[in-house]
């Protein structure tokens, strides 16, 4: 009701004069100059080269304000109107995602040319429907002007961004992403996988009912989750060690550790007792080298090492399964 209410507030673009048009114009490039300073604020301990890309950038559009104001004021004269883009339908938003941090690299990069490439469509398509000459050009002006734009952050990353920069910043992103993702989720998989092998394979060969085994191995896997993931948020905050958001980090972890214990525990949905079994222990198997993948993937750990600490540590645990529940 409330948005239904504002939303009728607002204005429609088609509905706004050459001055309107004009100032919001210029409030958009305010926000945008804004928006690009916080891009390099939150870049600049990290990715010091992309940081400064993002300060040229909002240098530039300071520069087509002031562009703006001087063209508004020999028109309109000192009193700039109050618009912005919220208060005019179908304007094109821009996402609050900037106040996130940290933002990754390659999504503030894409970003920043979404930003202008958006601009710039927009003044085209409505300079195309308007009749009157002067708004016309105005908005033919102010397209040709995105369209500058949107070539400045390729321009300005190859004046700023050398191939040893550039491989630089991709090294440290790749090494945040292994922080706050692969390493925690790695743990819970391998967690999931493997410490829940013995009570699942305890309980089906000790009771030779899939049903109960896996109500079993579905309480194994969801408290084994909980219980990594609040241990992972709980275990550091991130800001010393630089692995990342807490709560990315116990998410990754707790999912992980869920999904490694219920791929052995789900085939138990099987009501044939060896079908099943035989299932779980083909998934078990799969699980066990993916792991190895993993660790030789992206932490770069030796494949006999990987082999031998995985393989052979999900193999023991599976045979004590099964030895209890046998016994």
Do not use: C
Not at 2 to 22: H, T, Y
Not at 139 to 153: I, N, Y
């Amino acid at each position: 009701m409330f948005s239904r209410f504002f939303g009728a507030q607002r204005r429609a673009f088609d509905s706004l004069d050459e001055r309107e048009v004009l100032a919001l114009a210029i409030s958009s490039e305010e926000d945008d100059a804004r928006i690009y300073r916080a891009y390099a604020e939150n870049l600049r301990d990290a990715f010091p080269h992309s940081a400064a890309v993002f300060e040229e950038m909002a240098r530039e559009e300071d520069q087509h304000r002031a562009q703006l104001i001087e063209a508004y004021r020999a028109r309109f004269g000192e009193q700039i109107l109050l618009i912005r883009r919220e208060h005019v339908r179908g304007f094109y938003q821009r996402k609050p995602d900037w106040l996130v941090r940290p933002l990754g690299l390659d999504k503030v990069r894409a970003a920043a040319e979404a930003m202008e490439e958006q601009a710039a469509r927009f003044y085209l398509e409505t300079a195309k429907r308007t009749r009157d000459a002067g708004l016309r050009k105005l908005l033919g002006d102010l397209a040709a002007a995105e369209q500058g734009h949107e070539s400045l952050a390729r321009r300005l990353s190859e004046q700023h961004l050398d191939k040893e920069a550039v491989a630089e910043e991709d090294a440290t992103a790749h090494k945040q992403m292994v922080l706050t993702y692969v390493q925690p989720g790695l743990a819970g998989l391998m967690d999931g996988s493997v410490s829940t092998l013995a009570p699942i394979f305890a309980a089906a060969f000790a009771t030779g009912d899939t049903w109960q085994t896996f109500l079993v191995g579905l309480a194994a896997s969801l408290g084994a989750g909980i219980s990594m993931g609040f241990t992972e948020v709980a275990s550091d905050d991130g800001v010393i060690s630089g692995r990342g958001s807490p709560i990315k980090r116990g998410l990754a972890t707790g999912i992980m550790t869920t999904i490694g214990g219920l791929g052995h525990a789900l085939p138990y949905l099987i009501p044939h007792f060896w079908t099943a079994t035989a299932i779980a222990i083909a998934v078990v198997f799969v699980e066990l080298w993916v792991i190895a993948w993993i660790q030789n993937r992206y932490m770069e750990t030796p494949w006999g090492r990987a082999t031998f600490q995985v393989v052979l540590g999900g193999a023991l645990v599976f045979a004590t399964g099964m030895l209890i529940g046998n016994a």
